[in-house]
């Protein structure tokens, strides 16, 4: 039995996970809270917000965010990954501007039109 | 002449703006000083934004940018780059801007919506020398995310907030090393979820009970020293570790910006620090509503959403009626283990169906019943399995209960013994 304290909303419901019995959770407010538990005792994984350099706008980052949740352990892959990129404006909220960054599947996103 | 003129156009101005449009009002004016619209959410660039909202998990700048975008959609007029200077009690606004420069001008009603700053170190006073390399987490947050430069490379940062904590991943990931984060507290003043993804994820070590006290360095910060504290929260002598670090941030408390509020005279809460405020989050002056951080601390910023639209939908139906004679008044107050609540007063009359009601506990509680009284009459029940003072409560109580009470109502917090 391990016990996690679920991130995915703010209310923070303490978990209780049973690896013997099928990841088993108890604790959770809601079903999300079941399948964090699971994930997060089998292969963790988190959402990834950062910022990369843009060229034009008023400021010069960009802030962006994986679209998936992408494997706990690649996050700093990703973030070097992002290091490597310039954008220019203009940039709109919702567009792709890396795709399958790091082979995780997930695309990083801006998160606001510049 | 405008029916509504908004003070500040973080997320409480924009969502009171949209919501006296929708309430009808037509000739409505937002005053921001910044170059933008969306207030701190800007440099919030992490996620954990509307999921009560939009149902979704969102980034500041999505958030804000969503609001942003519904404003567009209305006739609503923005100044930017315009600081407002005062506000009377006659409803006159000064304010001075970039381009436009000084001007009065008159509102039938005003919202404030002006947000917090961050608590200095001066506010607290921490001994040693004064080389640079402090900064508030929010300034530490507003050059990374959105200057794009880094303040150090060796960091310790002092408070548990959500600000902090959300600091120590920033930092972090950015290639800087987070050596600690100290909170004099026994406990952390943030959320659960930013302990777990922040500091947890990362290896970062959060000393409770502890607190800075030394800065060393000349020109540039070169050792912090961090001592335990005792209940009383003076340090101990001989439990000093000393970090090698070059930065320090302080995440140390937001308090209301409410200079404005209290030239305009309007009556202050000395426990919210923000005005006190009735049902519909109108203050003392008629015709005067605030919300949002200027109002009392938030942690969620879909509560200021909420907040924010019952303020400005009152600011429209006070221009539509030309306020109205005075009602009955029922005041909140604080029974055992509750610190403060927004609303401090409530018109019944005035409520609709249900008044949601705020508040925060004074200290870490599991199974809880939050009850509601008036005199010797209970009114209302509810229970809780935890309540922390890092989380904003709040109760909904419906109309009739209200009616039921006299003069005033007491909200308290009662543990469940354990068995
Ligand atoms: C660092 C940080 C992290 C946070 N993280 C989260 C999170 O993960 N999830 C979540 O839900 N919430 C979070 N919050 C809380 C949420 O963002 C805030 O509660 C919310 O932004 C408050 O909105 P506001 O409009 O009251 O204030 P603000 O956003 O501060 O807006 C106030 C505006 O008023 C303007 N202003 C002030 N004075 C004047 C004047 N005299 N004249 C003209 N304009 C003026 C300011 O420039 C500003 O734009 C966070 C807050 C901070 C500070
Ligand atoms: S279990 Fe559900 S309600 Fe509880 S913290 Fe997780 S997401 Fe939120």
Same mark, same amino acid.
């Given at each position: 039995?391990?016990?996690?304290?679920?991130?995915?909303?703010?209310?923070?419901?303490?978990?209780?996970?049973?690896?013997?019995?099928?990841?088993?959770?108890?604790?959770?407010?809601?079903?999300?809270?079941?399948?964090?538990?699971?994930?997060?005792?089998?292969?963790?994984?988190?959402?990834?917000?950062?910022?990369?350099?843009?060229?034009?706008?008023?400021?010069?980052?960009?802030?962006?965010?994986?679209?998936?949740?992408?494997?706990?352990?690649?996050?700093?892959?990703?973030?070097?990954?992002?290091?490597?990129?310039?954008?220019?404006?203009?940039?709109? /909220?919702?567009?792709?501007?890396?795709?399958?960054?790091?082979?995780?599947?997930?695309?990083?996103?801006?998160?606001?039109?510049? | 002449?405008?029916?509504?003129?908004?003070?500040?156009?973080?997320?409480?101005?924009?969502?009171?703006?949209?919501?006296?449009?929708?309430?009808?009002?037509?000739?409505?004016?937002?005053?921001?000083?910044?170059?933008?619209?969306?207030?701190?959410?800007?440099?919030?660039?992490?996620?954990?934004?509307?999921?009560?909202?939009?149902?979704?998990?969102?980034?500041?700048?999505?958030?804000?940018?969503?609001?942003?975008?519904?404003?567009?959609?209305?006739?609503?007029?923005?100044?930017?780059?315009?600081?407002?200077?005062?506000?009377?009690?006659?409803?006159?606004?000064?304010?001075?801007?970039?381009?436009?420069?000084?001007? /009065?001008?008159?509102?039938?009603?005003?919202?404030?919506?002006?947000?917090?700053?961050?608590?200095?170190?001066?506010?607290?006073?921490?001994?040693?020398?004064?080389?640079?390399?402090?900064?508030?987490?929010?300034?530490?947050?507003?050059?990374?995310?959105?200057?794009?430069?880094?303040?150090?490379?060796?960091?310790?940062?002092?408070?548990?907030?959500?600000?902090?904590?959300?600091?120590?991943?920033?930092?972090?990931?950015?290639?800087?090393?987070?050596?600690?984060?100290?909170?004099?507290?026994?406990?952390?003043?943030?959320?659960?979820?930013?302990?777990?993804?922040?500091?947890?994820?990362?290896?970062?070590?959060?000393?409770?009970?502890?607190?800075?006290?030394?800065?060393?360095?000349?020109?540039?910060?070169?050792?912090?020293?961090?001592?335990?504290?005792?209940?009383?929260?003076?340090?101990?002598?001989?439990?000093?570790?000393?970090?090698?670090?070059?930065?320090?941030?302080?995440?140390?408390?937001?308090?209301?910006?409410?200079?404005?509020?209290?030239?305009?005279?309007?009556?202050?809460?000395?426990?919210?620090?923000?005005?006190?405020?009735?049902?519909?989050?109108?203050?003392?002056?008629?015709? /005067?509503?605030?919300?949002?951080?200027?109002?009392? /601390?938030?942690?969620?910023?879909?509560?200021?959403?909420?907040?924010?639209?019952?303020?400005?939908?009152?600011?429209?139906?006070?221009?539509?009626?030309?306020?109205?004679?005075?009602?009955?008044?029922?005041?909140?107050?604080?029974?055992?283990?509750?610190?403060?609540?927004?609303?401090?007063?409530?018109?019944?009359?005035?409520?609709?169906?249900?008044?949601?009601?705020?508040?925060?506990?004074?200290?870490?509680?599991?199974?809880?019943?939050?009850?509601?009284?008036?005199?010797?009459?209970?009114?209302?029940?509810?229970?809780?399995?935890?309540?922390?003072?890092?989380?904003?409560?709040?109760?909904?109580?419906?109309?009739?209960?209200?009616?039921?009470?006299?003069?005033?109502?007491?909200?308290?917090?009662?543990?469940?013994?354990?068995?």
């Amino acid at each position: 039995m391990k016990e996690l304290i679920c991130i995915v909303c703010p209310k923070g419901c303490h978990l209780h996970v049973d690896e013997a019995n099928d990841y088993k959770v108890t604790g959770n407010g809601c079903p999300r809270g079941a399948e964090y538990g699971r994930i997060e005792l089998t292969h963790p994984t988190r959402v990834v917000t950062s910022t990369v350099r843009c060229a034009g706008g008023r400021y010069p980052r960009c802030p962006v965010k994986t679209d998936q949740p992408v494997p706990k352990e690649q996050i700093f892959e990703v973030m070097r990954a992002l290091d490597q990129m310039e954008l220019t404006a203009p940039v709109q /909220v919702g567009q792709v501007v890396l795709s399958d960054v790091c082979r995780t599947g997930a695309n990083v996103v801006a998160t606001r039109s510049i | 002449m405008y029916d509504l003129i908004v003070i500040g156009g973080g997320p409480a101005g924009l969502a009171a703006a949209c919501a006296a449009w929708e309430g009808g009002l037509r000739s409505i004016l937002i005053v921001e000083r910044d170059q933008e619209l969306g207030g701190i959410l800007n440099q919030c660039i992490h996620n954990g934004f509307g999921l009560h909202y939009f149902k979704e998990e969102l980034t500041g700048p999505e958030y804000a940018g969503r609001f942003i975008r519904m404003l567009s959609d209305t006739g609503v007029e923005v100044r930017l780059d315009t600081m407002v200077l005062e506000v009377t009690a006659d409803r006159q606004v000064h304010m001075v801007g970039k381009t436009t420069g000084y001007r /009065v001008e008159q509102a039938r009603s005003i919202v404030l919506a002006m947000g917090c700053r961050e608590r200095t170190r001066g506010a607290i006073g921490i001994p040693g020398t004064r080389p640079a390399g402090v900064f508030t987490a929010g300034a530490a947050q507003r050059y990374v995310n959105m200057e794009g430069w880094m303040p150090g490379n060796r960091v310790v940062i002092l408070g548990s907030g959500d600000i902090g904590l959300i600091m120590a991943r920033r930092m972090t990931l950015e290639g800087a090393k987070v050596l600690a984060c100290v909170e004099v507290m026994p406990y952390s003043g943030g959320l659960n979820r930013n302990i777990v993804q922040c500091l947890h994820d990362y290896d970062i070590p959060l000393y409770l009970s502890h607190t800075v006290t030394d800065i060393r360095g000349k020109d540039r910060v070169e050792q912090v020293v961090v001592s335990q504290v005792d209940e009383r929260r003076n340090p101990i002598p001989g439990t000093e570790m000393v970090f090698d670090c070059d930065t320090l941030l302080l995440s140390v408390g937001l308090i209301p910006e409410n200079e404005l509020t209290r030239q305009a005279g309007v009556e202050m809460d000395r426990r919210t620090n923000g005005a006190v405020v009735y049902e519909n989050m109108e203050t003392s002056i008629p015709g /005067v509503f605030a919300c949002g951080n200027v109002c009392h /601390v938030h942690d969620l910023v879909d509560f200021v959403t909420a907040e924010s639209q019952r303020a400005g939908a009152a600011a429209a139906r006070y221009v539509a009626q030309n306020g109205d004679a005075p009602q009955r008044v029922l005041q909140v107050r604080n029974g055992d283990g509750v610190t403060y609540t927004v609303p401090q007063r409530i018109r019944p009359d005035r409520v609709e169906k249900r008044c949601d009601l705020f508040f925060r506990v004074n200290r870490i509680c599991g199974d809880s019943e939050i009850l509601v009284t008036s005199g010797d009459t209970q009114i209302a029940r509810f229970k809780r399995e935890h309540l922390a003072p890092g989380e904003m409560e709040n109760i909904t109580l419906p109309r009739v209960l209200l009616d039921k009470a006299r003069d005033e109502i007491t909200v308290s917090i009662r543990e469940v013994e354990q068995a």
